[in-house]
């Protein structure tokens, strides 16, 4: 069993930055394809960035394409989120989560078998 513990959320201003990271605990996460997931009140949870299992593809939505970064340190076995130019649409809930059956990472929820807890993000006007 893995268990994901993300940290790095909090309030910032607008245009401001962010780096949230996934710890996973019991197995290396150099073993998953790992995506970040958000999920704002009153919608559905979205895809927001994923990183293949030897870091070397990535994937981002295009709302957060070119102020996102997703990165893994397999030595250190944490996935983290740099986020920049914040917007207060970016505000949401945002997950950790680790696929065992993509090799590349996937945009779709269910190709995910493990999922973190979640971190607040609020980005304020």
């Known amino acids: 069993q893995v268990q994901l513990v993300e940290s790095g959320g909090g309030l910032v201003q607008a245009g401001g930055s962010l780096r949230l990271s996934c710890a996973p605990s019991?197995?290396?996460?150099?073993?998953?394809?790992m995506g970040w997931f958000r999920q704002a009140p009153g919608k559905e949870r979205e895809s927001v960035a994923a990183?293949?299992?030897?870091?070397?593809?990535?994937y981002y939505s295009d709302s957060v394409k070119d102020r996102f970064t997703i990165s893994r340190d397999n030595a250190k076995i944490t996935v983290s989120l740099q986020m920049n130019s914040l917007k207060p649409e970016d505000t949401a809930v945002y997950y950790c989560?680790?696929?065992?059956?993509?090799?590349?990472?996937?945009?779709?929820?269910?190709?995910?078998?493990?999922w973190g807890q979640g971190t607040q993000v609020t980005v304020s006007s």
């Open positions: 990183i293949s299992r030897n870091g070397d593809n990535t």
């Open positions: 989560a680790a696929s065992t059956t993509s090799y590349f990472g996937s945009y779709y929820s269910d190709h995910y078998n493990y």
């Open positions: 019991g197995r290396t996460s150099s073993r998953y394809a």
